[in-house]
């Protein structure tokens, strides 16, 4: 009777531990039907967070939020130090290899890298919805960038190289070279987790790089998903997946990439807080950075504009992303005789931004990341008014699941107020009234950082005046468009404490790249330059 009652509280125990993990794992949404779909991307309900040919991830593991439902998404691991420095290893390892490959022939598995996106970019984007939290069209839209991004640096790869100069020397060629740096260490910021690494990793490899991401802790499944999605083009084509590897994890495997020697570039984009503290580590040992960081930008409206692309332009820049973009417009600088009449346009339209789940079509306006981005609203929104901010729309969270909170429009500081001057990664619009063309360029350089910038007039002198030396101090300098929203085929990246990086197009792709001064003497003769005899 005793052996009979312990065997059947041995069943029961084990009975009801395995309910308990059985309900344990079903609050996982990947093991719910409806989530089926995140399987297409080769997760599972625990995902290994480093790659370099080969997955693991022995470090801690976490358990990642979805933004638009109470439930978890999935879990997926972090690298711990040992296993990043396996990486690095395997990274330096890989280049040997792709180092070797012409440049056009690195353009084509770039190319194939961009198919691939294509084949995944509806699943994809919903993935980014469903753990950064932005709508689902921005999502879709932010895998296409890596696709664009893809196609510019595949015609990139047959142009890269430096010129031949004319030597003052006679039978002498003087000439530049252009080599790769070696390993590029790339650390993205939650709120763009694809296109940030797409800007970085195209360009990086037809230059002849390797790439070892960090993304951000809290979207560790776009990550994974991507370096999956990259591997699978390495395999293909019989190349080391160290080619592009990944370390999930938080600051100390950021710490570790900032201080190695060994990782040649390294691209960081997130606040300037920390972006200063990877800087100082980089330069410290005279590494090579890409730091792209915050941005207090405005667009200044003046008595000419048309005020019908002023208003849809100000709410896109201002709400879009809920406000959590690094080209957000935080300042709307408006003349005095149009002050009133866009404020009272601008907070009409805020009222009919749709609100709610960012799967939802006609959904415009999501979540914010994270909770702890509503508590920097909501001390945002008390500081403004204890420095004379009225709140004209908005200021409060939203009664509803998830990180919900106010499109917020705020009038009557000053333009020097210090919550003006602060930099928070929120939907809050500080509107600032000006008289003349002098101050209100003075205000738009007057903070810290200087990323993004746009004035809407259709006075062509002020125009030119605005992009001249007078103007705008800022890496984005625009005319009659919102702050956001930028082109690939143009330089991405700002100035003073936004950085000074640039990523995308232009000629940003020289940052990836060591420049060499070459002169070659290819006659009997030996003149020295600046006509110095020494015999």
Request: charged share 20%; glycine share 10%.
């Amino acid at each position: 009777m005793l052996e009979q009652f312990g065997i059947l509280a041995f069943r029961q125990k084990t009975f009801t531990i395995h309910c308990k993990h059985t309900a344990a794992m079903s609050t996982l949404l990947i093991n719910q039907p409806k989530y089926a779909w995140l399987k297409e991307l080769g997760l599972a309900e625990d995902n290994n967070g480093v790659y370099h040919g080969t997955w693991g991830g022995q470090g801690e593991v976490s358990q990642i939020d979805s933004r638009r439902s109470k439930y978890r998404l999935a879990k997926a691991s972090h690298a711990t130090l040992s296993e990043y420095e396996e990486t690095v290893q395997k990274s330096k390892e890989a280049w040997k290899v792709w180092a070797d490959i012409p440049a056009p022939k690195r353009g084509e598995i770039v190319r194939q890298i961009g198919d691939a996106l294509r084949k995944k970019i509806d699943v994809l984007g919903r993935l980014v919805s469903l753990e950064m939290g932005k709508i689902y069209v921005e999502g879709v839209g932010e895998v296409q960038e890596y696709i664009d991004v893809c196609d510019y640096a595949v015609g990139l790869s047959r142009m890269i190289g430096g010129p031949i100069l004319p030597s003052e020397r006679p039978g002498h060629a003087l000439l530049e070279q252009w080599n790769p740096v070696g390993l590029v260490g790339i650390i993205t910021a939650f709120n763009f987790p694809v296109a940030v690494y797409g800007w970085n990793n195209a360009l990086a490899l037809i230059c002849g790089n390797v790439c070892l991401w960090k993304g951000a802790p809290s979207t560790p499944l776009t990550s994974v998903a991507v370096t999956k999605i990259v591997a699978e083009v390495l395999e293909h084509n019989s190349l080391p997946g160290a080619i592009c590897s990944m370390t999930c994890g938080g600051a100390d495997v950021g710490t570790a990439m900032a201080k190695d020697e060994r990782v040649n570039l390294l691209s960081f984009t997130g606040s300037t807080q920390v972006g200063k503290s990877v800087g100082m580590m980089v330069q410290e040992r005279f590494g090579r950075q890409l730091l792209e960081l915050g941005g207090n930008n405005a667009i200044i409206v003046f008595e000419d504009a048309d005020l019908n692309l002023v208003v849809p332009s100000a709410v896109f820049a201002s709400v879009g992303t809920a406000g959590q973009r690094c080209t957000t417009t935080r300042r709307l600088i408006l003349h005095e005789s149009v002050h009133d009449t866009v404020v009272e346009r601008i907070a009409k339209a805020y009222k009919q931004v749709r609100i709610g789940d960012p799967w939802d079509a006609t959904t415009m306006y999501g979540p914010l990341h994270t909770k702890q981005a509503v508590e920097q609203y909501l001390a945002a929104v008390e500081k403004a008014k204890e420095q004379g901010g009225t709140v004209v729309c908005g200021g409060k969270v939203i009664d509803r699941p998830g990180n919900y909170v106010e499109p917020t429009i705020i009038t009557g500081l000053a333009h020097d107020a210090p919550i003006v001057h602060t930099e928070t990664f929120v939907p809050i619009l500080y509107v600032l009234k000006f008289k003349e063309e002098e101050e209100a360029f003075g205000w738009n350089n007057e903070v810290k950082q200087g990323l993004s910038s746009s004035i809407f007039t259709k006075d062509m002198g002020r125009v030119f005046r605005w992009l001249g030396p007078k103007g705008s101090d800022c890496g984005i300098v625009n005319v009659n468009i919102p702050t956001s929203g930028a082109e690939i085929g143009g330089a991405f990246g700002g100035e003073k404490h936004t950085g000074g990086g640039r990523e995308s197009g232009s000629d940003s792709w020289k940052q990836y790249m060591r420049r060499s001064t070459c002169t070659i003497n290819y006659s009997k003769e030996l003149p020295l330059a600046q006509g110095i005899k020494f015999e």
